[in-house]
Each structure stands twice: as C-alpha cells, then as structure tokens.
C-alpha cells in the first residue's frame, strides 16, 4: 500500500511537470477601440497597404497623437486598411498641379475699385439639372413632411425656410444623393495623392477624425461625397464640428436625420450672416449701381441684382450658379408648397 502511494505521487509530480513545460498561449495584442483610445501597450504596429511608407501619412500619424492624443495603433489601424480611390482622382481637377503662389508683394493705399461683373457662362444647361417639375414636387413634399422643424429652424435662426429647402435640394436631392463613398478613403485619397488642395483635405481629414472621436463614430463606417461631404447638407467635416446641431433633441448631431439637417443648415446660414426676408437676388436691366451678376443663358445674357443673401449662399459654395439655383429652386417650392395648402 505503501509502495502504491510513491508512485501515485511519483507520477503526479512527472504530470505537473510535464503541464508546466507546456508553452504559455497568449491572445496577439488586440487593435483598440474605433473611440482611438490608447491601447495597453506601447509599440505599434506599422502602417501596412498603399499608405504605408509615406512621410506625409507619418508625420500626419504623428501630429494627431501628440496634439489630439490618440492612439498611434488605432492610426496605423485605420490606414492599414485605408484604399487608394482612383474613382475620387478622376473627379478632383487638376489634382497634381501645385497651387498658384500668394502674392506677398506691396500693396496699394488706393482704394480698390471692384472690376465689372464677368458673364458666368453655362446658366442654362445648369439652370435644368434643378428647375424641372421632379425637384419642385420632391422639395413641396419634403417641406410638407418637416413643416414643424423648418419653422422652427426659421425662428430659431432667422433664416428664411425656402433656402434651407433649397440648399437640401441642390446638394442632395432631399436626401437621395447624400453619396456612396468612405469617406476616410475619399479624405486620405485627397490628402495624400494630390497636390492642388492637398492641405486643405488633410486638415477636413484631421476635422473627421476629431468629429468621429467627438460623435462616438467609426470612421470607416461613414459614407459621404467624393470629396469627403457628409449628410442631407453635404457638411464638410470641419463645418460639422463647428456648425452641426442636435435640432431634434436625441443626443446626437445626425445629418442623415432631416430635423437635424435643416437645423444645421439654418444654423450655417445664421452664423455666415443671413438676413431674415432680405434680398437674395431680382432680375434687372443691364449695367446698374447696384452689385449685379451676368448669368450666360442660350438666349442672351441675364442680368440680376444681388444682396448680401446672395453672397451668403455662396459661403456654402462660391459658384454664382449653384447660388441662382438655390435661389430660384426655393422660390420655385415655396410658391408651389403655398399654393398647395
């Protein structure tokens, strides 16, 4: 008995032994958090894919972890993953072709007499991507389904309900064409394979980072334009951040929620100088003292008279185009939309 007690000890011992030379498996190091939290250990991993061996991608890596304080890993992560869009190339002019050199030279005391008006050419053409019974109807009904927050928006900023309709329409079709691209590709594209607007595209990508972090967003969920706009009013990252407003109450700065986008677009026009049932634009006669544009039409040049609304709306986007058609497209719906009440 005795005996049979050694060796059964004997033998737990060898086994104990032998479970103890057995490698220890330990999981890999996990990727952080799409939040950019710094993860539990220190070394990251290195950027893998198109991006990487980039000091521009680098350096940019580098700027966000020690100013903004994210993780390097989670970076690397994200660009690791990160594709090239050609597709977004192909639809930015000139995309290689350095930016002219500000003049830094001397300036005049004398005051600057502002050149007459050039015809912008093209009117019609653009005229009927916009103004066709389609858009009218589609804007009739949507202000029809957020009258409640479209009076609000006008009462909470002052800003005239028509042209928040009308800017929803122009951009996005009231929601239809809020775009099909990532917008981390599409920003980091821009960013890193262009030269023309490279540096204004890597700060929007820096402003869509910090908005992702800031949202509770994953980046590489978001979809937007080609050119990295985002929701029912095409914000660009920068301006969400700063202009973006919860108008529906849930928390959250949605601009796929049309409550949230027309809160928001009323907000942007509100802090760019809006004036509340001002001149936006009136057709006129010719060379006048008033400030005027020259729309080029296939019968003739039109002339316009503009007001400071005018030049608000082409804070959202400079083009004396895209300015009419939100104009004209707004005029055309709330006239329809009254009609229909």
């Known amino acids: 008995m005795i005996t049979f007690c050694r060796l059964f000890v004997v033998f737990l011992l060898l086994l104990l032994a032998g479970c103890a030379s057995e490698p220890v498996i330990r999981p890999s190091k996990p990727y952080p958090t799409d939040t950019g939290r710094t993860p539990d250990y220190t070394e990251a991993r290195p950027i893998v894919g198109v991006y990487a061996n980039q000091p521009s991608v680098s350096a940019f890596v580098q700027h966000m972890v020690h100013d903004y304080g994210f993780s390097e890993d989670y970076l690397n992560n994200l660009f690791s993953q990160a594709n090239k869009l050609d597709s977004v190339l192909r639809l930015e002019v000139d995309p290689f072709v350095p930016p002219k050199p500000k003049y830094t030279g001397p300036t005049s005391s004398e005051p600057v007499v502002p ?20 858009h009218i109807n589609n804007g009739v009904t949507f202000w029809r389904a957020n009258a409640e927050a479209l009076q609000r928006a006008a009462q909470t900023y002052h800003v005239d309900p028509e042209y928040i309709v009308g800017i929803i329409g122009v951009e996005t079709y009231f929601g239809r064409n809020v775009g099909k691209t990532n917008t981390f590709d599409a920003l980091s594209t821009l960013s890193f394979f262009t030269i023309r607007r490279a540096e204004y595209f890597t700060k929007e990508l820096e402003n869509f980072l910090l908005m992702s972090k800031e949202e509770n967003l994953e980046p590489r969920k978001i979809i937007g334009s080609w050119a990295g706009a ?8 920068k301006s969400f951040r700063k202009l973006a407003v919860d108008f529906n109450g849930d ?6 929620n049309s409550e949230d986008a027309i809160g928001s677009v009323a907000h942007y026009f509100s802090n760019s100088g809006w004036k509340f049932n001002q001149l936006v634009a009136t057709p006129i006669n ?8 020259i729309l080029g039409t296939d019968g003739g040049n039109q002339f316009w008279a503009v007001g400071d609304n005018f030049k608000t709306i082409k804070k ?4 004396n185009k895209y300015a009419m058609a939100v104009h004209q497209l707004g005029q055309a719906i709330k006239q329809r939309y009254l009609m229909s009440k």
């Open 115 to 134: 050149p007459k008006p050039k015809v912008t050419a093209g009117w019609s053409s653009y005229r009927k991507q916009f103004m066709d019974d389609a």
């Open 230 to 237: 985002l929701g029912l009013g095409q914000f660009m990252p």
């Open 251 to 256: 928390g959250k700065r949605d601009l796929w």
């Open 286 to 293: 010719g060379d006048v003292d008033a400030e005027y544009i």
């Open 316 to 319: 959202y986007n400079s083009s």
